[in-house]
DNA sequence: GTACGTGCAAATTTTTTGCAGTATT
DNA sequence: AATACTGCAAAAAATTTGCACGTAC
């Protein structure tokens, strides 16, 4: 996305540009690991060294408010972003704490039942995934003989 | 379920029966809400005054290491806990922080894509739905604010 | 110029931990 | 008796807030 564009779409959510800003949101637009604020803010000070944590933490606040990231749940005790916000779904690994994506038709906001018209307003719908990804399920092997084991 | 059936369960799970585990259980098992560890320590406290918040914390992270409850994903902040260990989904309200319970076909453990096999082992499979209950919707219908977003 | 945004530091909130005494098996 | 459990208080981790200055519009 072009600075320019960038500045427009600030400027719909009613948000004044500034390099901050910018700078947090190109982090999540290029970001695939759906990081913590405490991450985005080690990224962005990269380039902007005297950024501070607040500010990221106030950033992505009012980037979530206007549904320009997302919230990704599950991931427990740290706050976990996306900038993706086109629906999809997520796996949550509880040993290391990833978070990947994936997709599947049948479990989108149209898909829900009747029930949930009656509950309220629903704003997204999603699959979580709860389990133990590959990395951490070798990690936990050697308790095999090492016949099987297969490492580095 | 019964006291005896419970210590049981407990011995079964490697945990000695304690009056603190016993109270904590019950109030998981009776809650409907989705408590927080704060709730069911107010809860709990009720029949034993004595009883200390870490002592909850602790047991609840035990029980949940157990797959004696669950804990909710979605509720943002605080860490909520449902003693429903039953595969079933769940409708968060972003305004008041309610939880509440959907059930619905096609999206449990077994309807998930083979991609996610690739990913690791999951555990647990879910729908989550975040949204505003029907009670807050109320509480905001008489707020609508006349004044669009000001646009500069 | 005005209102919003930012950095700093301190405050809040939620959850965890060390330790010594207590209760369960 | 051995071991696990609990309460207390203090610590740790994550996030929010008040305030004065800076910057976009």
């Given at each position: 996305m072009s600075t320019e564009a960038l500045k427009q779409l600030f400027a719909?959510?009613?948000l004044k540009f500034t390099n901050q800003r910018y700078l947090v949101y190109r982090a999540m637009a290029e970001a695939k690991d759906h990081p913590s604020a405490e991450t985005v803010w080690r990224r962005v000070r990269v380039e902007a060294p005297a950024i501070s944590l607040d500010t990221v933490y106030r950033t992505l606040a009012s980037?979530?408010?206007?549904?320009?990231?997302?919230?990704?749940?599950?991931?427990?005790?740290?706050?976990?972003?996306?900038?993706?916000?086109?629906?999809?779904?997520?796996?949550?690994?509880?040993?290391?704490?990833?978070?990947?994506?994936?997709?599947?038709?049948?479990?989108?906001?149209?898909?829900?039942?009747?029930?949930?018209?009656?509950?309220?307003?629903?704003?997204?719908?999603?699959?979580?995934?709860?389990?133990?990804c590959r990395k951490c399920l070798c990690k936990m092997e050697p308790v095999k003989p090492e016949s099987e084991k297969r490492r580095t």
């Open positions: 719909k959510s009613g980037f979530e408010a206007r549904g320009l990231v997302t919230r990704v749940p599950g991931g427990g005790e740290e706050g976990r972003f996306d900038g993706d916000v086109t629906p999809h779904h997520h796996l949550v690994c509880l040993c290391c704490g990833s978070i990947e994506d994936f997709t599947m038709s049948g479990a989108g906001l149209d898909d829900l039942p009747e029930s949930v018209a009656a509950w309220g307003q629903p704003r997204d719908a999603q699959v979580l995934v709860r389990g133990v």
